[in-house]
């Protein structure tokens, strides 16, 4: 894949090699199952009891669900949504909806109903896996969904007008042909958030994960290195936890360790894993490694972390204490990435071959064109400030917004997709993030719209107007704060502020309700009617420097 000592020369020596034909279930399991006792999955329950899979198993569990799911009318082109936390079952239905030529849907398990509806009746979902403990979700919006055909459930109890997962699962022949899918042809729709509206289903084609495997193996100092085992917080249901981190370590024959997380994350339940197992590579948002730092600040006094190798972390910007800290704490250069949901990423550090700038995202991955640009699309020069974008071809870019056309020509400038990020880049070739075109909030690494915030804080009865913002968070990077104008006769009460955070927190994602609430009489408002909310912002930065 890579060949060269420098980066200069890995970058230069490489080329995409992307087949015609290409499948990503058959690439990340069918292709090692010969080898009966090739480990794939490690998986720690919540009562801490182990369960080991080989790709042969992994095989023949999706072969079987995949004639489950045939049996009941799925074809290819169908979306199948996976509401389900990361286990055994979420990998066995990734696998068999790849296998089957049907389009993933995959849903977080902190999505409220809300947000579980939108993005069933946006993608027009036939089937849906699910458990108990999410069930309810679909059950409240059912109503509202006519596409949505089945309802698989594991362990449905009594459940009527639902299909038992294991049942199907059972029933079905080990024995599977996958569809026959194009490197070109879509495989999943994963829903990103913007500033107005409702959030868009990007939607990305079976080579996204050839781009993912160089991405992934230069951000960890060139995965796999003999004995590496990889574990990640990220949840599989989110692009960093799947294409950034699961899908390419089983592309590579390798063993990924999974633990199932019940709660917030827990710094010493991360760590105790990592110290059983010996992990060596690690895929993590910073907001996991400032929780880290925060409350284990000398892990290495408590943890075995010997086989610790290399980290990469996404998110928001580490700086300079955090990326010393980790060299000093955990024995590692931190490798920053630069990504998002349209195109994951293509600019990263690799501290074995250059030098990592603390504060840089690194450098362009080999194989990825990434520019500097003006609003007319030309490159600017090294130093100057202007839009990131990555140039098309790529393979790691989109297909399309589903369902919208206009959305995604709104992405390109010529041959430039535009990230809606601003920096520069230094005389080296070191990308520099500076900030937002729009006001996406990014918080422990998830991106959110405060327009999907407003819109549902607005239904709340009390409620007359409302403007979501981003303000800084120590361990987040952002928190949602909101903005909020009651109505006529409504009194201020900190029973309402708690009553408007939960009815965000009910029916959107957990990170997206607002950490804070400010009741105003009036917002700034601008000549095209939009909530300013650059004043916003300024005036909660001026607040703050106050205090």
């Not at 074995?352 to 504060?359: K, L, T």
């Amino acid at each position: 894949m890579f060949t060269g000592e420098t980066y200069e020369e890995v970058y230069n020596n490489f080329e995409w090699d992307i087949p015609k034909e290409y499948n990503i279930g058959v690439d990340i399991c069918d292709k090692w199952a010969s080898d009966k006792s090739r480990l794939a999955l490690i998986y720690v329950d919540e009562n801490q009891r182990e369960h080991k899979y080989t790709y042969w198993e992994l095989m023949i569990q999706s072969n079987r669900l995949a004639n489950g799911l045939k049996s009941i009318n799925l074809k290819k082109g169908d979306r199948v949504a996976v509401l389900l936390p990361s286990c055994p079952e979420t990998l066995f239905t990734h696998l068999a909806v790849y296998k089957s030529g049907a389009i993933l849907l995959p849903l977080l398990e902190l999505f409220g109903s809300l947000a579980v509806k939108y993005r069933l009746q946006s993608s027009g979902a036939k089937i849906i896996v699910t458990d108990q403990d999410n069930l309810h979700k679909v059950l409240e919006v059912k109503s509202e969904l006519p596409d949505l055909e089945k309802i698989i459930v594991i362990n449905p109890g009594d459940q009527q007008d639902v299909i038992d997962f294991y049942e199907i699962l059972n029933k079905g022949n080990r024995q599977f042909i996958p569809v026959q899918t194009l490197a070109e042809d879509p495989a999943i729709i994963i829903y990103t958030s913007g500033t107005t509206g409702q959030p868009k289903g990007a939607l990305h084609a079976h080579r996204l994960l050839l781009a993912e495997v160089v991405n992934f193996s230069f951000a960890l100092n060139f995965f796999p290195q003999k004995g590496d085992l990889l574990w990640t917080h990220c949840d599989w249901g989110y692009i960093a936890g799947s294409f950034a981190a699961l899908y390419p370590c089983l592309h590579f024959g390798m063993t990924i360790v999974e633990n199932r997380r019940t709660g917030r994350f827990d710094p010493h339940e991360a760590l105790k894993i990592i110290s059983r197992y010996g992990v060596s590579v690690i895929f993590a948002i910073s907001t996991a490694i400032r929780m880290i730092r925060k409350e284990v600040p000398f892990p290495k006094d408590h943890y075995n972390l010997d086989e610790l190798r290399s980290i990469t972390i996404g998110g928001e910007t580490m700086g300079d204490n955090l990326y010393e800290w980790g060299k000093s704490a955990l024995g590692v250069e931190f490798n920053e990435n630069y990504g998002m949901t349209e195109c994951d990423f293509t600019i990263s550090n690799c501290s074995a071959i250059m030098d990592v700038f603390p504060g840089s995202m690194g450098r362009a991955i080999p194989g990825h064109t990434v520019g500097i640009i003006n609003p007319e699309g030309d490159e600017v020069a090294s130093g100057e400030y202007g839009e990131i974008a990555i140039q098309r071809p790529d393979p790691s870019l989109f297909l399309e917004y589903w369902q919208n056309q206009k959305a995604t020509q709104k992405r390109y400038n010529g041959d430039w997709f535009l990230t809606g990020d601003f920096g520069y880049k230094d005389k080296n070739g070191y990308f520099w993030f500076v900030g937002r075109e729009d006001d996406v909030i990014e918080t422990s690494g998830f991106r959110v719209g405060p327009g999907e915030i407003e819109d549902v804080i607005m239904k709340h009865e009390a409620v007359e107007m409302a403007a979501a913002i981003g303000i800084p968070h120590e361990i987040k990077g952002e928190v949602v704060k909101a903005y909020v104008i009651l109505k006529k006769n409504v009194s201020i009460s900190p029973e309402l502020e708690q009553s408007i955070k939960d009815h965000v927190r009910n029916k959107l994602e957990a990170w997206a309700y607002p950490k804070e609430i400010e009741f105003v009489t009036e917002l700034p408002i601008g000549n095209t009617g939009k909530v300013l909310k650059k004043e916003l912002k300024a005036l909660d930065a001026k607040k703050r420097r106050k205090k």
